[in-house]
């Protein structure tokens, strides 16, 4: 269970009210190795400071929220004022409508999603059948949230025992397919370089997925130049795998299947026409010394 929560109201759908928690999904020691910009000359590190044109650097707590309603003219805008703005209505995730899971192509999750757990004894039966009816619909929940002062879209989705709740962006903030259409020039694909594409695909498809295997290597590799770079040792690239010369699409296509697959999907090979003559002329053989 995850220290904090970072999140605490109901999930409402109509006049359902259930008390929950949110906690973030995604650890925040996920071992990213952080730069520090340095002065090249002195190697000393640069500093943001807040300042003020008048007193020069201000410490945060004399720092207050403003908006520019005009050039150089503001309102100040106080937390107190904006914890008022705030009802019953908005400490609440509520759900307007629930829809399939493929309604909403995942180019509209913004990235940041949270973990819905029930509040106390009191949400366990009501989270619990909320949970368990999505699951078995097989339906999605789309509604809004109020987080860190604004208005969120979000998704909700059963996951194990748990419902996901993964904000989205607005449909204005994402960019849609059709301003690439002229970039596309469809054209119809040949039907052998189409079946070997499926093959390929079918290939390279496992029967149980492990998501376990992708790992941050690139992290790895920028830790060993660091620990190199502290013990004054200098890493040595290893040399490039030879990249294998692929003439046509068709080739790369039946590369790529035979690299998978191996020798499986090298198609078998047909006897020579010797051969084959040779097993016709088999069988007569047999038949004379049976009938004789």
């Known amino acids: 269970m995850a220290a904090r929560s970072q999140w605490k109201g109901f999930l ?6 259930v008390p929950v928690r949110a906690y973030t999904a995604v650890s925040s020691s996920g071992g990213a190795i952080r730069l520090n910009q340095l002065h090249a000359a002195c190697n000393s590190r640069i500093k943001y400071t807040k300042t003020c044109p008048v007193h020069g650097p201000v410490p945060n707590e004399e720092i ?6 005009s050039k150089d003219q503001y309102v100040l805008v106080d937390t107190d004022e904006l914890d008022k703005l ?3 209505d908005d400490k609440a995730v509520k759900v307007q409508e629930f829809v399939d899971p493929e309604t909403l192509d995942p180019l509209y999750l913004s990235g940041r999603s949270y973990y819905l757990v029930p509040e106390g004894p009191v949400g366990q039966k009501a989270f619990g059948v909320v949970h368990d009816a999505m699951k078995e619909t097989g339906k999605y929940g789309v509604g809004t949230v109020v987080m860190h002062g604004k208005e969120e879209i979000v998704l909700l989705r059963p996951l194990d025992d748990l419902l996901v709740m993964s904000l989205l962006n607005l449909e204005h903030e994402v960019t849609q397919p059709a301003a690439f259409k002229d970039e596309v020039v469809k054209t119809a694909p ?18 149980k997925f492990d998501f376990s295997k992708y790992k941050d290597v690139y992290t790895d590799k920028l830790t060993q130049l660091i620990e190199a770079k502290v013990a004054g040792q200098e890493l040595v690239a290893p040399p490039a795998a030879e990249q294998v010369e692929v003439i046509n699409l068709m080739d790369a296509l039946r590369k790529s299947v035979q690299q998978i697959q191996g020798d499986e999907a090298e198609p078998a090979a047909k006897p020579p026409r010797k051969m084959a003559a040779s097993k016709g002329a088999a069988k007569p053989a047999a038949r004379k010394r049976k009938t004789s």
């Open 86 to 88: 705030r009802t019953e």
């Open 190 to 207: 040949a039907p052998d370089e189409l079946e070997l594409a499926k093959t390929l695909i079918k290939s390279a498809t496992p029967k």
């Open 64 to 69: 207050v929220s403003g908006y520019e309603y």
């Open 12 to 17: 409402k759908i109509s006049l359902v009210s």
